[in-house]
């Protein structure tokens, strides 16, 4: 017997054990859904960010096949590449101005911001989007030229300049087989900001390492004002024309204080990443995609995105009342427990001098709830029995019968010895299956539907043909399936039995049961007189049934409808025909 403390020990551990089971349970299911979320952040802000880029690359290509087409453009670049004086290469830039601002005006509502024009050594012959600046080498400050240059290829990708950044788009120009130089069409971030909040909705922008400004900016820069960032110490924020008055929000200022170590320590694998804080009224998520440099494709930049996800909210908060929820109702579990627990010490501590008397009737009691519990699951063991051990009674029958007449044929006797062997072995089989039924783990196979009318038929023949019932068997289109054999088996044997049953029951004269396979159907129909039509939506319903209480536990149809639709994702129904009743099975094809 328990002491007092030891069964309140008990009942802490099991309180404690079965909260943390559930505590960790749903926790690892929300931090599973919660990392699909974030994901899912990350996998949308990098679509809206790859599209965007694509419709820069777009614009770029056509710009690009401008400068091809137009004779004059590449005329005008070879005479600026072959000027003998200052003054000649002047007009020529003039003009090369003047045919190219129209063009970047027209662009430059899309987006585009940069457009210059260079020769071979890297040195600037136009910068159509600041004509007053020319002449100056741009090796120092845009890799992206030199590598155009060098190898006469094109480039994309991000970039710091002389005054800002942007999405660099560098094409090769070339007149005739002579190499001229190459052009840079630069997109703003602000265009790429503006296009994803308006057409994606998406409330985004840029953050720049604060490395790119040691040696990339001009002195005089004014165009592009920085601000630090409020996600990450090493970073800057730019503040566009449509952004300069705007302000930070407080929320956003508070998302970041919340997450700021977490921020840090994911910049610093300079990978894509979402983060989240759940405030009081709602969940605020952050999301980071890495943006690289076109020359050591290292991480210069960041393009965050902010939203709120109302779902997410809901799982957090769902989640969080689940276990409130559990908390109590085993709160009150253990309570309950302890209080039983407590009566049943005190009751046993006063009834003590009377356990030996009552000993003996406990055990009796005890064994009989014990036989009504075995003989439960024998009733529900013994429907599916039936059909085994009439085959195996038929087949004893006739084994006697020959021993009797001394009509003994060896290998007759060693067949139908193997018959009740696998019999047996099905017999056991059963016993697993109906252990098994309602787990979701038993193991699926490949089988031809016929061979599975032929072990069905191979369990029950011999007490088939002990009544006379002729077998019809009709294939057409038979097709290899995945299914639990064993249950199928079963489904079609619980079919075969209830039409013998009901034969015997009405006495039906040559009676038939014709098995017909129409790809993944099965169709058993009968002649014994079909089933009225006012018990039809019952059938299928658990311990009803049309036969005596003899003969039906009303338990066969109800686990084959289980069987097939639940076990199977197929359906079973009973239809009405002519002469008898019509069961059909429908598989479904897909695993």
């Known amino acids: 017997m328990f002491s007092l403390n030891k069964i309140r020990l008990l009942i802490a551990l099991f309180f404690a054990t079965a909260y943390f089971l559930i505590y960790f349970a749903t926790s690892y299911k929300e931090k599973e859904e919660i990392n699909l979320i974030l994901e899912q952040q990350v996998k949308d802000l990098k679509n809206s960010y790859y599209m965007t880029q694509r419709v820069f690359g777009d614009l770029s290509d056509c710009l690009y096949s401008i400068v091809l087409n137009e004779e004059e453009i590449t005329e005008l670049l070879y005479k600026a590449k072959h000027s003998k004086t200052e003054d000649e290469r002047a007009k020529v830039r003039k003009a090369l101005y003047n045919k190219m601002q129209p063009y970047f005006k027209h662009f430059s509502n899309s987006g585009l911001k940069i457009m210059v024009f260079s020769f071979e050594d890297n040195i600037a012959f136009l910068r159509v989007h600041k004509p007053e600046k020319y002449d100056d080498s741009l090796s120092p400050v845009r890799y992206s030229f030199e590598y155009a240059n060098k190898n006469k290829k094109q480039v994309r990708g991000f970039e710091q300049g ?83 008055n705007s302000k930070f929000k407080k929320e956003k200022i508070e998302l970041n204080k919340y997450l700021k170590d977490q921020i840090a320590k994911n910049i610093d694998h300079q990978g894509p990443f979402s983060l989240y804080h759940d405030f009081n009224d709602k969940v605020m998520i952050i999301s980071f995609i890495p943006i690289k440099n076109i020359k050591e494709k290292k991480t210069v930049a960041y393009m965050v995105s902010y939203t709120t996800d109302a779902y997410l909210k809901n799982l957090i908060d769902g989640n969080y009342y689940i276990k409130i929820i559990f908390f109590v109702a085993l709160f009150i579990v253990s309570y309950l427990i302890l209080h039983i627990s407590l009566e049943r010490f005190n009751l046993q501590v006063r009834v003590n001098k009377e356990v030996e008397k009552n000993k003996k009737q406990q055990d009796k009691l005890l064994i009989k709830s014990r036989m009504a519990q075995l003989g439960e699951m024998i009733s529900m063991i013994a429907h599916q029995w039936r059909q085994p051990l009439s085959s195996i009674s038929a087949i004893s029958s006739t084994l006697s019968l020959d021993s009797m007449m001394d009509n003994y044929k060896k290998d007759f006797f060693i067949k139908r010895l193997d018959d009740i062997s696998e019999l047996a072995q099905h017999l056991s089989s059963t016993i697993d299956d109906f252990r098994n039924f309602y787990e979701p783990d038993k193991k699926s196979v490949d089988v031809s539907l016929n061979s599975v009318i032929e072990k069905a038929l191979n369990i029950i023949k011999d007490s088939l043909a002990a009544d006379k019932i002729e077998i019809i068997r009709v294939t057409d289109g038979d097709i290899t399936i995945r299914v639990y054999e064993n249950e199928l088996i079963q489904v079609v044997l619980n079919i075969l039995k209830n039409a013998q049953d009901n034969f015997r029951e009405k006495g039906t004269t040559n009676p038939k049961i014709t098995i017909t396979i129409k790809g993944n159907t099965i169709d058993i129909c009968d002649n014994g007189g079909g089933i009225p039509e006012d018990i039809i939506p019952n059938i299928f319903d658990p311990y009803f049934s049309t036969k005596s209480e003899l003969n039906g536990t009303g338990l066969g149809l109800y686990m084959s409808k289980i069987i097939v639709e639940e076990h199977h994702e197929g359906n079973l129904f009973v239809k009405n025909q002519d002469t008898g009743v019509c069961f059909i099975i429908k598989l479904n094809l897909v695993n």
């Open 162 to 244: 002389k005054i800002s950044h942007a999405f660099r788009n560098l094409f090769p120009i070339y007149r005739g087989d002579e190499y001229l130089g190459s052009v840079d069409f630069g997109f703003s971030s602000e265009i790429m900001q503006e296009n994803m909040t308006s057409v994606h909705k998406i409330d985004t922008h840029f953050i720049l390492n604060k490395a790119l400004f040691e040696a990339n900016v001009w002195k005089d820069k004014n165009q592009v004002n920085y601000i630090q960032s409020i996600e990450h110490k090493d970073f800057l924020f730019a503040l566009t024309p449509s952004q300069k």
